[in-house]
């Protein structure tokens, strides 16, 4: 038997049509453990988990992430989904693949679990704004590689006594986590030492306990703070608004130099000019009412204006006002005098008018995502302003321009750019594919817009991207069939960094590609074009691949 023939069995399976690889169905005790977490934390009801599938790796549960290869649960996202309850150790410890989870901005309450057995791959937890009470001892052994961990605006008490259970607070570790990166538990009760979380020679960049709020007992944060002259690594420290008291500071001895640089970052108040500009901001968006920022107090970094995040020497850093109810349009000139910012959000929100460009540029802005708006357009010089831009997102917008403008390649630091159901019409981008333009691009997805092809032979030669969706383009009027064309065995075997390839519901004709070059390719959905041919992967096992609505696929290509 031919090897041809082979392969056509292995596309067609036994029916004789073209159909979908069978994914891997997930662990049983994966599903088992998802269902019981759905449960208890509300989010069965709240989003949904498992009310279309039972299978958390099918694709319906809202912000799980799986292995494509194995059906592994290995990331979940529910932020601000609502939901309510407790976390279980023995659920969770069932997710041994798990590394990322964000369950910030909720109501779960009651003790963080102690995890039976560790997540030895979860490297980033963010548990923000909930109304948890305290971390029992035993919890970090179960976090082994954690990376990141942001317990911001809670109810941990940190130092009370209680009868029941002795000192509580952050638990004593025999061994310091090794990998921790980040640590935010800003905004909670702390009075007690940090330091056992930290060895002599800690990979610790930030650390934020700003802003503990002390009941009664009239505790402190009182830690001695000359540990931090063992962590060589430190970039940022938050420790503003407490009380720690000269007496442990010893004055900048010599052996004191990271207290005595603590005691220097205490207290500084927000830069004026970041100040101004802050006040301009949330009057213009209305984020004053919204979010009342400044209604407690007029400086942005007093630990009162919601997801707002500044540095040691009182510049803003971060603004996350994702779903804040923002309303009107974005002003260049306040956004560009925030000269150390370096992450925004303003997703999910009602800003429109067309984006700012900014008289000066922001030389420290990484991440900027601005999802679900109604921005009109993206003027020429827009990118111009975001010199070291790593992460742009733009999905859901209501704008209709003509081509993406052509000042986005000096954005040449980008690892992932969305605008999914942007409107974008016109030609499609190549450019994003030249990986001396963008040596570092992962993330291309330009689904459900308005682009015509055809996409360049040799796109995405030698590049990074692990992840390509362009599927779902419309005509200029957004309706009607796909202009986006061309023969996709001249870029995709090229693009040998792929994960994932969404290609569907275009007018892509010609020869399948020849992936078995692909080693790292999970997902292939080529569905609704015209090709043809049979299709090769490296390890057709582990691809889940569609190629529903090719009428040709599984024949040889017509000459």
Known sequence: MSITVLLLIVVLGAGGAPRRAAAVPTAPSEVAAMQTIAKSIGADKALGWGAKSADPCGGTWAGVRCDGAASHVTSISATRAGLVGHLAGSDWSGLASLSELDLSFNRLSGDLPFLPSPLRR??????????FLDIPDGFFAGLPALETFSLDDNEVIMGKISRRRGRRGVPRQRHPLPALESLSLARNQLCCAISDLFGQNSKIRFLDVSGQVHDADKLTLASPVRFLAGITNLVEVHMGENDLYAGRLRACEPQGGGACAARRLAALPTDPSDAAAMQAIARSTRADEALGWGARSADPCGGTWAGVGCNSMGRVTSINASRGGLVASLNGTDLSKLASLSDLDLSFNRLDGDLPVLPAPLPRLLSLDLRSNSFYSIPDGFFAGFPALQSFAFDDNALL?????????????????????????????????????????????????????????????????????????????????????????LFIPDMESLVEARLDHNAFTGPVPDATRLVNLRVFDASYNNLCGVPMFADAGRVAANFDGNPSIGTECSR
């Open 122 to 131: 979860l490297t980033t937890l963010d548990l923000r704004s909930n109304v």
């Open 401 to 489: 321009i003509k081509d993406i403008p052509n000042d986005v390649v000096t954005c040449s630091n980008l690892r992932s750019f969305t605008a999914n159901n942007a409107s974008i019409y016109g030609t499609f981008p190549d450019y994003f594919g030249n990986a001396t333009l963008f040596p570092r691009l992962e993330r291309l997805s330009l689904a459900r817009n308005r682009l015509t092809g055809p996409i360049r032979d040799g796109f995405g030669k030698k590049s990074s991207i692990k992840y390509l969706d362009v599927g779902g383009q419309r005509d200029i009027h957004g309706g009607g069939e796909s202009s986006l064309d061309s023969r996709i065995d």
